[in-house]
């Protein structure tokens, strides 16, 4: 095996991760490439102060450190790039894992609807459905019969039964007219009040006054 194999470990074939090994190493991986983007944002900070320390006073000192700069730039610039390719490698993981579950889950879940119905035959079931509505049609028959009354049927008519009801109304109607009429009938003539005033007696003839003053006369006397 060459140096090159050994170096980048393919002499001995790994077992392979589980995806939660897997994310755990990728986040793992991530926090290191945090910590060198800050390293590195600081030293990119402090090569441009020694650049504008320097200035025009020391102008090889000066470029010397916007060379440094400049590599630090490239090198944060990679990291970055490989921060975000982690980075969509954990959540695609992370999402396969996840879809895994999902399928897991469901298969599961489909076995046990399989399980719950191998007992179970369709036509077994519309016969049972068949029998409980018959039962339910027979135990309201029995309902019915045990609720109408005894010795009354039910061919009676009704239209007769309007007819009597009206027979009777009116039998009850007229006799009402015609006690009052018997009423009417049988009560006493009212004569007209007395009145309370004196009424006018007719004027007296002439000799009759005659005669009455005559005898007043002779009383007197």
Known sequence: MSGLGRLFGRGKKEKDPSPEEAIQKLRETEKILVKK?????QKIQQELQTAKKHGTKNKRAALQALRRKKRLEQQLAQTDGTLS????????IENATTNAEVLRTMGL???????AHQDMDI????????DITEQQEIAQQISDAISR?????DDVDEDELLEELEELEQEKLNQELLNTGQDEASAPAMLPDVPSTHLPTSPASKADEEKELKQLVDWVS
């Open 37 to 41: 983007q800050e390293f590195l944002e």
């Open 85 to 92: 390719t982690l980075e969509f490698q954990r959540e695609a």
């Open 109 to 115: 879940a489909a076995r046990a609807m399989s399980k």
């Open 123 to 130: 036509n077994k079931v519309d016969e049972l459905m068949s």
């Open 149 to 153: 009354p005894v010795g009354f049927g």
